[in-house]
């Protein structure tokens, strides 16, 4: 979603249709846009003016367009050996695999953790290896490595571990494993200090002593190299041939898509092009766990980046959040169709789960900061027996309700384990890791849109003030909220002809929004609430057409009750166009965002 909050510096201009505070509280800009870029890129790379404009608009220049249109791996994917200690990293494995040594995996629970985790032990198993996988309870472990878990994957053989998705602050787990004997690889991308834990390897574009321009890598991008990097070594040492034949890497892109996107880092450069190679695998369903996701999710059609970050990666994260923190991690690994439906089965139940906790700790949370008030730069809530499953995603709740960055706490006995999520331009992460080198934290590490942490009980009011201080450093003026569109339709404008040729900009997410446009002065019709505190509604143009319509989760909101309440009064409605196939039929939605009238 193109929803910044950002410093009022910067934001001049005249406000899009007039729209100075929609019923979401933003301004509504439109995005610049150079209009001889635009001509430029039309007639170089031969798209429609649309295409060329929304490609002007992200700063696409005319030489990166065909590219950006076509992202190959051939051209995007870097040497993984760019990246410090990956030949030590990649030669430690290989040498494993070769001694037919086992070889261990510790993962963090989320998407992200449990892409990475599959993806290693599938790489690794087809290569010849054996190998264990340990993922870690949230409520009994918490995150990253921890010796036990260590020293129990070195007891039952591993003498090599890989830990993926975590580990670069790890530095006392990693110094009772070093003392143990075991040999352990760091694969990450969270934000490193400038110390690093004791390991044979850390391999991390976020290193401070990294040089590597993708440190927008997901871990299980990361991860994705390292198996490249692997991969040409037991080429060139032969191992592989007629008996044992070298693995196809790209058979696995789906999962490296899933993590990519459900990580929400920018889908450009590297990225972009795992991504939309990923989706075109995914499409094909050859993953049992990630079909026997859609299949629950009622995913018919192509499977495209929406479906991956708002259908089916919720799903894999309930494991982690409130059931069994391995099940997103054996879903995508197994290749029995049976099994996969069965995992499948149980992270739907926990995400019905997961929606009924959020729901419960996402309105004590609101309470509490109405009752507080205050326009400071952050938003702080912590409650007693909120469970620590679900306090991210209600971070993420706040930080778009009160357009501030956000954390939550879920206290338990003398500490609380926190979560935060952040919003463009100011680095939450970097704070986190300030206030534990400053000793308010336990535990606590991230990046510039996240970050977790534990604190104790008596540190919370203290912890509040730090990051409060830090993040207000940071900012160049207050936080004021805008909403960048890319030009208004009249509802007969929103044609299937217009969706499929805004397809091509795709994937999109983070770092490369989906176009978002304004029907004008459009008129809504038949609204009603459908599923779980969303408004659904029929939208009529001016000049006839009409389309279906929703929003997500706005029946306690403005623009909830704005669309409930209309009785026929023209709004301006901002939001995404989306094709909709529904009993055979295709039809153009839109997903609501915003709302304002018209002036």
Same mark, same amino acid.
């Given at each position: 979603?193109? @929803?910044?909050?950002?410093?009022?510096?910067?934001?001049?201009?005249?406000?899009?249709?007039?729209?100075?505070?929609?019923?979401?509280?933003?301004?509504?800009?439109?995005?610049?846009?150079?209009?001889?870029?635009?001509?430029?890129?039309?007639?170089?790379?031969?798209?429609?003016?649309?295409?060329?404009?929304?490609?002007?608009?992200?700063?696409?220049?005319?030489?990166?367009?065909?590219?950006?249109?076509?992202?190959?791996?051939?051209?995007?994917?870097? @040497?993984?050996?760019?990246?410090? @200690?990956?030949?030590?990293?990649?030669?430690?494995?290989?040498?494993? !695999?070769?001694?037919?040594?086992?070889?261990?995996?510790?993962?963090?629970?989320?998407?992200?953790?449990?892409?990475?985790?599959?993806?290693?032990?599938?790489?690794?198993?087809?290569?010849?290896?054996?190998?264990?996988?340990?993922?870690?309870?949230?409520?009994?472990?918490?995150?990253?490595?921890?010796?036990?878990?260590?020293?129990?994957?070195?007891?039952?053989?591993?003498?090599?571990?890989?830990?993926?998705?975590? &580990?670069?602050?790890?530095?006392?787990?990693?110094?009772?494993?070093?003392?143990?004997?075991?040999?352990?690889?760091?694969?990450?991308? *969270?934000?490193?200090?400038?110390?690093?834990?004791?390991?044979?390897?850390?391999?991390?574009?976020?290193?401070?002593?990294?040089?590597?321009?993708?440190?927008?890598?997901?871990? !299980?991008?990361?991860?994705?190299?390292?198996?490249?990097?692997?991969?040409?070594?037991?080429?060139?040492?032969?191992?592989?041939?007629?008996?044992?034949?070298?693995?196809?890497?790209? /058979?696995?892109?789906?999962?490296?898509?899933?993590?990519?996107?459900?990580?929400?880092?920018?889908?450009?450069?590297?990225?972009?092009?795992?991504?939309?190679?990923?989706?075109?695998?995914?499409?094909?369903?050859?993953?049992?766990?990630?079909?026997?996701?859609?299949?629950?999710?009622?995913?018919?059609?192509?499977?495209?980046? #929406?479906?991956?970050? #708002?259908?089916?990666?919720?799903?894999?994260?309930? +494991?982690?959040?409130?059931?069994?923190?391995?099940?997103?991690?054996?879903?995508?690994?197994? @290749?029995?169709?049976? $099994?996969?439906?069965?995992?499948?089965?149980?992270?739907?139940?926990?995400?019905?789960?997961?929606?009924?906790?959020?729901?419960?700790?996402?309105?004590?949370?609101?309470?509490?900061?109405?009752?507080?008030?205050?326009?400071?730069?952050?938003?702080?809530?912590? =409650?007693?027996?909120?469970?620590?499953?679900?306090? &991210?995603?209600?971070?993420?709740?706040?930080?778009?309700? #009160?357009?501030?960055?956000?954390?939550?706490?879920?206290?338990?006995?003398?500490?609380?384990?926190?979560?935060?999520?952040?919003?463009?331009?100011?680095?939450?992460?970097?704070? !986190?890791?300030?206030?534990? /080198?400053?000793?308010?934290?336990?535990?606590? =590490?991230?990046?510039?849109?996240?970050?977790?942490?534990?604190?104790?009980?008596?540190?919370?009011?203290?912890?509040? /003030?730090?990051?409060? $201080?830090?993040?207000?450093?940071?900012?160049?003026?207050?936080?004021?909220?805008?909403? $960048?569109?890319?030009?208004?339709?009249?509802?007969?404008?929103?044609?299937?002809?217009?969706?499929?040729?805004?397809?091509?900009?795709?994937?999109? &997410?983070?770092?490369?929004?989906?176009?978002?446009?304004?029907?004008?002065?459009?008129?809504?019709?038949?609204?009603?609430?459908? +599923?779980?505190? *969303?408004?659904?509604?029929?939208?009529?143009?001016?000049?006839?057409?009409?389309?279906?319509?929703?929003?997500?989760?706005?029946?306690?909101?403005?623009?909830?009750?704005?669309?409930?309440?209309?009785?026929?009064?023209?709004?301006?409605?901002?939001?995404?166009?989306?094709?909709?196939?529904? /009993?055979?039929?295709?039809? !153009?939605?839109?997903?609501?965002?915003?709302?304002?009238?018209?002036?």
């Amino acid at each position: 979603m193109t @929803d910044h909050s950002r410093p009022a510096a910067g934001q001049g201009g005249d406000a899009f249709l007039g729209v100075e505070r929609s019923l979401t509280g933003r301004r509504w800009l439109a995005r610049p846009v150079d209009e001889r870029l635009a001509q430029a890129i039309a007639q170089r790379v031969e798209v429609p003016d649309m295409v060329a404009r929304v490609l002007a608009s992200r700063q696409i220049g005319l030489e990166e367009a065909e590219t950006f249109l076509n992202p190959t791996l051939r051209a995007l994917l870097p @040497d993984p050996f760019h990246l410090r @200690d990956m030949d030590r990293a990649a030669g430690r494995l290989a040498d494993a !695999v070769q001694a037919g040594a086992t070889i261990g995996i510790f993962g963090d629970y989320d998407v992200d953790g449990a892409t990475s985790s599959a993806l290693l032990s599938r790489f690794l198993c087809a290569a010849g290896a054996s190998v264990l996988v340990h993922i870690p309870d949230r409520m009994t472990e918490g995150y990253g490595p921890n010796a036990p878990a260590l020293l129990s994957l070195r007891d039952r053989g591993a003498r090599v571990v890989v830990t993926v998705d975590c &580990g670069v602050t790890a530095f006392e787990p990693l110094e009772a494993a070093a003392d143990a004997g075991l040999d352990v690889i760091v694969v990450d991308h *969270h934000a490193a200090e400038a110390g690093l834990p004791r390991a044979f390897a850390v391999v991390n574009p976020n290193r401070l002593d990294e040089t590597s321009p993708h440190g927008h890598l997901a871990a !299980v991008g990361v991860a994705f190299l390292l198996v490249v990097a692997v991969h040409k070594l037991l080429r060139e040492r032969g191992w592989f041939g007629r008996d044992r034949p070298a693995p196809d890497l790209m /058979q696995w892109l789906d999962i490296v898509a899933l993590g990519t996107i459900c990580d929400v880092v920018p889908l450009v450069g590297v990225n972009r092009a795992l991504t939309a190679q990923g989706l075109k695998v995914m499409a094909r369903r050859t993953n049992p766990g990630i079909a026997a996701l859609a299949d629950v999710g009622g995913v018919r059609e192509r499977i495209d980046a #929406y479906h991956a970050g #708002y259908i089916l990666g919720p799903r894999v994260n309930a +494991g982690g959040r409130v059931g069994q923190s391995d099940l997103g991690q054996r879903l995508l690994s197994t @290749d029995s169709g049976e $099994e996969a439906a069965a995992i499948a089965a149980l992270l739907d139940g926990y995400n019905r789960d997961r929606q009924d906790l959020e729901s419960t700790v996402l309105q004590q949370a609101i309470d509490q900061v109405e009752s507080q008030g205050g326009d400071g730069p952050l938003v702080l809530a912590a =409650g007693e027996n909120w469970h620590p499953g679900v306090i &991210g995603i209600v971070a993420g709740r706040l930080k778009e309700r #009160y357009n501030r960055p956000a954390c939550v706490i879920a206290i338990e006995g003398p500490e609380g384990k926190g979560s935060g999520r952040s919003v463009p331009g100011l680095d939450l992460g970097a704070a !986190v890791i300030a206030a534990r /080198q400053s000793g308010l934290l336990t535990r606590g =590490g991230g990046h510039a849109m996240a970050a977790g942490f534990s604190v104790p009980r008596d540190g919370i009011e203290p912890l509040r /003030q730090f990051l409060g $201080e830090r993040l207000a450093a940071q900012m160049a003026g207050p936080l004021r909220p805008v909403l $960048e569109l890319d030009g208004a339709l009249d509802a007969g404008g929103a044609t299937l002809d217009l969706v499929e040729t805004l397809r091509r900009i795709g994937p999109f &997410g983070a770092g490369n929004a989906e176009p978002r446009f304004v029907l004008t002065a459009a008129r809504v019709v038949a609204p009603r609430v459908v +599923g779980t505190g *969303h408004v659904a509604c029929q939208i009529s143009g001016r000049g006839g057409g009409r389309l279906k319509a929703i929003a997500f989760r706005a029946l306690d909101t403005d623009l909830g009750h704005a669309l409930l309440a209309n009785d026929g009064t023209p709004l301006h409605l901002a939001g995404t166009l989306r094709i909709d196939n529904w /009993q055979g039929n295709t039809n !153009v939605q839109m997903f609501i965002d915003d709302a304002a009238p018209v002036l």
